[in-house]
């Protein structure tokens, strides 16, 4: 049966403007026409939706409808020409993963995760339903497949009355592994198979995709973190022993989000799925991403040639593959058009665009209202000569997040998804603090005829590098005498923050990329307040209750505020739960005291010196600010002016964290990433275990550290540790220990916001290390730099600060070094000789400047007068000046005062910082 009258409502209008912003000079496309038919109801929010077809040809259709807080499972049946029939499966505090299976005759089975948001009950639930004489839906009893940590269910029936069951599973020790089931009801009895692992336990396994073959066989396709890389791997079971395994290393050390389709009359398995170069390695979890394509028959495996797909300028996120008797179709999310078309956007806009085709004249209201991002699904259809072409999808607009069902019938293909419309609620997202995501509905979208199959050539193995994992195990883990350290983000944004663009990611991009290449302890997802929705919200507490999984990932609920003269503050909660929506309080400029304090939640500033927002020390509150965001990596240091990485946008110095130590204010120290920055801030804490209480506790009780990276720092001041106050005694010693990936090129000691010791002391006859910092914002993001040394410097050594991959290409040829610092952070590590009497000139975009290294000292920063607006230079020290990567001294201070304060700022050769908690002395005893 066929869900659509007429294919004649999808007929083609051709356009002659190019894509969107951000996908670049892309080929003209072609927009269907007509618009989707709508499932859910025009008052609801309707989310993740999944569908299948019976053997009778009706669609099922499930989602999760959100109302006030609480979610509902609903089921909707739709037979040709008939009004859906709809009911709802399950209620609860979260729902997700819902996913839907034909299952019998005239049925279909669901499974789903469910928990409560206080993390406490997860686990993963199914459920059969029948069409009752064309009539009704008849609910079979709700089965509990399995409690725990348990994630990404997926279903499929190989044979009549048998369904296979997929899903995550976490054991003990924190390590996920895919877990395969069978279902069967024999004479009327239910019976679910005892779980096994299929065919190994990956490191971190994420959502599989399933494929039934006629033959009673079934396809697995997953990626899982191995090795320091994502790769996609495809599994064929059997009576449920694995009969086929294999990887696709192609080069790129990302794979992700793959598909599966078998052809109807081979069962040859077409697989898809998103590749990059990198995935959050010094810039966003969401940048570019390309297309792969293969085709799998046995032992033969072969790949789409890039060049046959007209994709190469496009985002290719989250690729869905069908197959029919007549050819392929591939489905993709990519950035739309611009918003709003205002005066300043309408180059290249053209009228025929899905969003012009609103049809209403738009101007800015806000400039800032330049951050909104919409995704749209495009469809990839073949001709019969192989050739490819790229279509448009009307009104499938919204986030990165959306999920999609592609349903083969009569040689048609329905995309089933979801939208929110975004663009049609204008003016209000012209408005930056405003949120920008819609309503959601579920529609369904008859898709043209696709004739015919890509052209194919063999699969070039070639195994791309992965980060390297062991030297953050080294600093993780302590030597003799040393506390347990963890290390996380606290400060991380996903798509929903209008800041972050098109290159933050999903929330499901932020809990993979911690699991894996990011290799973090904790993690707090901390969008902007004003741009979230009711469901915004509760999605982001949903998230929290799934991946929480203490000894491998503690995840808090977060926030961020803004207000004038109190900068910008992530609230961390201290507990998972039913934390209210509540905007009113978020935007109280004075905080909230019994709502904060009482160890519910701590509130952390950051980017206290803009201009803009500046932080006010009258508004300090110790039992509320505990910690304040020295660092992060998207800005650089509020440490103080000069100091190592200062932020650009320093422009109010009295708002500074060395100002407040000076005023007598007591706070700890924490580094975060911010936007696009992946993990270039982290935050160090000393906890006995990796429990969400002991974490936020050492959050609390300010015993926790800044770094740039990787790197671990310990300071004792008589009895009292960093992040500490108290008494202390006249002769007491302050003593430093440091470990980073590389040796430590010096130690400052930071006395009541003045450095009174640098240690050890700079050799004069040594190379010393320099850090140029490069931001991604500036008028000539893609320009080639250059940098020499001039007066006698020359530049001996470079590399990039950030370990792993990076955009740019750097060459360093007789004392010159060049480079292209792309869309993101980029420090270059320099080691220069003769650098007293000498200088380095920077040139950019056509423009230079010369800094005498002479007027720059050891371990201070300055500002360029540079063409590009976020340029600086570090003075490190000397190499090798401590050529061990652990480091330890002592200091006597012979004039301990009461209020004096103590930190210290650790340098490493490779150019990373860290900076300890300071200790407060509140009594000297003589």
């Known amino acids: 049966m066929r869900p659509f009258p007429t294919r004649a409502l999808l007929a083609l209008a051709f356009v002659g403007s190019s894509l969107a912003a951000g996908c670049g000079d892309a080929e003209p496309g072609a927009v269907v026409g007509g618009e989707p038919q709508w499932i859910s109801g025009d008052a609801d929010v309707a989310l993740d939706p999944h569908a299948t077809r019976d053997e009778d040809g009706r669609i099922w259709t499930t989602w999760i409808r959100y109302t006030a807080a609480r979610a509902s499972l609903v089921v909707a049946c739709t037979a040709d020409g008939a009004k859906p029939l709809t009911t709802v499966l399950a209620h609860g505090e979260w729902i997700a993963e819902p996913r839907i299976a034909r299952f019998g005759s005239g049925g279909t089975y669901v499974v789903w995760e469910e928990g409560r948001l206080d993390g406490d009950e997860r686990r993963i639930v199914g459920r059969r339903l029948r069409l009752w004489q064309d009539a009704s839906l008849a609910l079979g009893t709700p089965e509990i497949i399995e409690s725990g940590a348990v994630l990404f269910p997926r279903i499929a029936e190989t044979e009549p009355e048998r369904i296979e069951l997929v899903y995550v599973r976490t054991d003990e020790d924190g390590t996920q592994e895919l877990v395969h089931r069978v279902r069967e009801e024999l004479d009327g009895d239910v019976a679910w198979s005892d779980p096994r692992t299929i065919d190994r336990a990956p490191g971190d396994a994420w959502g599989a995709e399933l494929a039934a073959a006629d033959d009673g066989r079934l396809h697995v396709v997953y990626d899982a973190f ?178 999609e069902t592609l349903l083969v019938g009569d040689d048609l293909v329905v995309l089933v998804f979801a939208s929110d419309r975004r663009s049609e609620a204008e003016p209000k997202p012209s408005r930056f603090e405003s949120a920008i995501e819609g309503r959601w509905r579920v529609g369904r979208l008859e898709l043209p005829e696709t004739r015919g199959f890509p052209p194919l050539e063999p699969l070039q193995r070639k195994p791309g590098a992965g980060v390297d994992l ?81 000894g491998r990932l503690v995840a808090f609920v977060g926030v961020e505020r803004a207000g004038r003269d109190r900068a910008h503050r992530n609230d961390i909660y201290s507990a998972a739960g039913a934390i209210p929506f509540d905007p009113k309080t978020w935007n109280d400029f004075p905080e909230q005291g019994a709502a904060v304090d009482s160890g519910r939640r701590i509130s952390i500033p950051h980017m206290m010196g803009r201009e803009e927002s500046p932080w006010r020390w009258k508004y300090f509150q110790e039992g509320v600010h505990r910690l304040f965001e020295v660092y992060q990596g998207a800005r650089g240091s509020y440490e103080g002016p000069r100091l190592p990485y200062q932020a650009s946008d320093l422009d109010v110095p009295a708002a500074s964290v060395a100002r407040g130590l000076v005023r007598g204010s007591d706070f700890g120290f924490v580094a975060a990433s911010d936007h696009g920055s992946s993990s270039a801030g ?211 201070d012979d004039s301990l005062f009461p209020g004096d304060t103590f930190y210290v700022r650790v340098l490493f050769e490779d150019g990373n910082v860290a900076w300890s908690s300071p200790i407060r002395v509140t009594e000297v005893t003589r």
């Open 682 to 892: 982290l935050t160090g804490v000393h906890a006995e275990e990796l429990t969400r209480r002991a974490v936020f506790e050492a959050l609390a009780q300010r015993d926790a550290f800044a770094a740039t990276d990787f790197a671990r720092v310990e300071v004792e001041l008589g009895d009292l540790r960093a992040g500490e106050s108290g008494a202390v005694g006249e002769k007491d010693w302050l003593g430093v220990s440091a470990r980073g990936f590389a040796p430590v090129a010096g130690v400052d000691v930071v006395k009541n916001g003045e450095t009174v010791l640098f240690h050890p002391e700079v050799r004069v006859d040594a190379r010393e290390v320099f850090v140029l910092t490069t931001r991604r914002w500036g008028p000539y993001p893609d320009r080639p730099m250059s940098v020499r040394g001039v007066g006698g410097a020359r530049i001996e050594s470079c590399r990039a600060r950030r370990r792993g991959r990076h955009e740019a290409e750097i060459e360093l040829e007789e004392g010159t070094v060049r480079f292209s610092k792309k869309r993101q952070p980029l420090d270059l590590v320099l080691t220069v000789s003769n650098a007293a009497e000498g200088a380095l000139e920077l040139a950019i975009g056509g423009e230079s400047t010369r800094v005498p290294l002479g007027e720059l000292g050891t371990g201070r920063s300055r500002m360029l007068d540079a063409p590009a607006d976020r340029e600086s230079l570090l003075r490190l020290g000397s190499t090798n000046a401590h050529p061990e990567r652990s480091f330890s001294f002592e200091y006597a």
């Open 470 to 550: 062991d030297l953050v195990e080294t600093v993780a883990r302590p030597e003799e005498g040393e506390r347990r350290v963890f290390f996380g983000d606290l400060h991380r944004h996903t798509s929903v923050s209008r800041c972050s663009g098109a290159n933050d990611g999903t929330t499901l991009d932020t809990y993979r990329y911690a699991r894996g290449p990011g290799r973090l302890d904790f993690l707090a997802v901390t969008d902007h307040f004003q741009h979230l929705t009711p469901w915004a919200w509760w999605r982001n507490l949903r998230e929290v209750a799934r991946f929480h999984t203490p």
């Open 226 to 403: 191995e090795d320091g890389a994502f790769r996609v791997h495809h599994t064929i079971l059997e009576g449920g022993a694995v009969r086929a395994s294999r990887a696709f290393p192609t080069g790129s050390p990302y794979q992700g989000f793959p598909s599966i389709a078998l052809e109807p009359e081979t069962g040859a398995a077409w697989i898809a799925w998103e590749e990059a170069e990198q995935f959050g390695e010094l810039g966003g979890l969401r940048t570019a991403r390309s297309l792969a394509l293969v085709r799998v028959e046995k032992d033969d495996v072969r790949r789409v040639p890039p060049a046959a797909l007209p994709t190469q300028d496009l985002r290719c996120d989250f690729p869905r593959v069908a197959a029919t008797e007549r050819g392929l179709l591939v489905t993709f999310r990519g950035l739309g058009p611009p918003f709003p078309p205002g005066a300043a956007a309408n180059e290249g806009l053209s009228d025929h665009s899905p969003r012009a085709a609103v049809g209403r004249e738009r101007q800015y209201i806000d400039p800032k209202a330049r951050f909104y991002t919409s995704f749209w699904t495009r469809a990839l259809v073949f001709d019969e000569g192989g050739a490819a072409s790229v279509l448009e999808l009307p009104a499938t607009e919204g986030d990165n997040a959306a999920t």
